[in-house]
């Protein structure tokens, strides 16, 4: 299921400051409605990308477009751009906790659908049917600095859901999430998708990408793209996973006999 491009890379190129290049020459696009995983080891440039897409981190060269027009960092400048751009597109953060803004869970999960022309108890009825979904009322008075890892990636993840933004960028949205809380978000998920928000996810999970993603854009540890297809074909290529750093064999011996493991990054 595609529509009109939402993301366009035109040999993107991408440094921090004035640290080597980490992004060399970068093309592909991302169209409306699709699901795409991107696959990489610690440092090949997951996060990057995505905060790339999220108007966070500005290429210095090549042409980064965003629903059909051009993006540069100058278009941030603008609050009445910046704010538009950022009700279109839900970031979760890897770390969640420098996305808290506020002293108050209910105050946190308010934060972004007060910057939106909605009357008051628009807003309110938002939170409070996103605490219910979530199942998280319990916490609306507490601290998000206060909480566990996985209590504040729930708030964060309301944060996001509650503007219900058309494209969604999570970046590693199961770590440290428990098995039933990833299931459930991985069914409001696919979910989501089926409705036709364009889904973008980092992650180190082969089988979130299996489950969610029918595309990977798989990145090498030397920060280019290895790979961008079906995620059927590369989950199951393993000198392919293995030369990205996304599996790894160990063998030992015991008992006289020679076992092997199989390490997946997770
Ligand atoms: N703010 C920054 N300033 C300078 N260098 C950075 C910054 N953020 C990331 N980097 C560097 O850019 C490279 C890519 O980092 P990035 O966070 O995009 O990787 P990643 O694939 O998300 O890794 P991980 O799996 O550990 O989350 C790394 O070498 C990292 O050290
Ligand atoms: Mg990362």
């Not at 409605?33 to 996060?47: D, F, I, M, Q, Y």
């Not at 278009?75 to 597109?89: C, L, M, N, P, V």
């Not at 108890?121 to 319990?138: A, N, Q």
């Not at 299931?183 to 409705?195: A, E, P, R, T």
């Amino acid at each position: 299921m595609t529509g009109s491009p939402v993301f366009e890379f035109d040999n993107v190129s991408f440094s921090y400051g004035r640290q080597a290049e980490l992004f060399k020459n970068m093309s592909f696009r991302i169209h409306r409605g699709e699901s795409v995983a991107v696959l990489g080891a610690n440092g090949s440039g997951k996060s990057t990308l995505l905060k790339i897409m999220c108007g966070l981190c500005h290429p210095q060269s090549g042409s980064f477009r965003a629903f059909g027009r051009e993006i540069t960092g100058a278009d941030f400048e603008d609050d009445g751009f910046s704010k538009e751009y950022h009700a279109r597109i839900g970031f979760l953060f890897q770390n969640t906790q420098v996305q808290m803004l506020t002293t108050r869970v209910w105050d946190e999960i308010a934060y972004g659908p007060l910057q939106l022309p909605l009357s008051s108890s628009e807003v309110k009825g938002r939170v409070e049917d996103i605490l219910t979904f979530l199942d998280i009322g319990h916490l609306r008075d507490r601290s998000p600095h206060r909480l566990s890892g996985g209590e504040q990636k729930k708030v964060a993840l309301a944060s996001v859901l509650v503007l219900n933004p058309q494209v969604l960028i999570f970046d590693e949205p199961t770590n440290g999430l428990d098995p039933r809380t990833q299931s459930w978000l991985v069914n409001v998920l696919l979910k989501l998708n089926k409705q036709g928000r364009t889904l973008v996810i980092a992650t180190h999970n082969l089988e979130l990408a299996h489950t969610l993603c029918p595309r990977s854009l798989l990145l090498s540890e030397q920060h280019q793209i290895l790979f961008d297809g079906p995620s059927d074909q590369i989950l199951n290529d393993y000198d392919m996973l293995r030369e990205a750093n996304l599996i790894d064999d160990f063998s030992h011996t015991h008992h006289n006999q020679t076992h092997t493991h199989r390490y997946t990054h997770q």
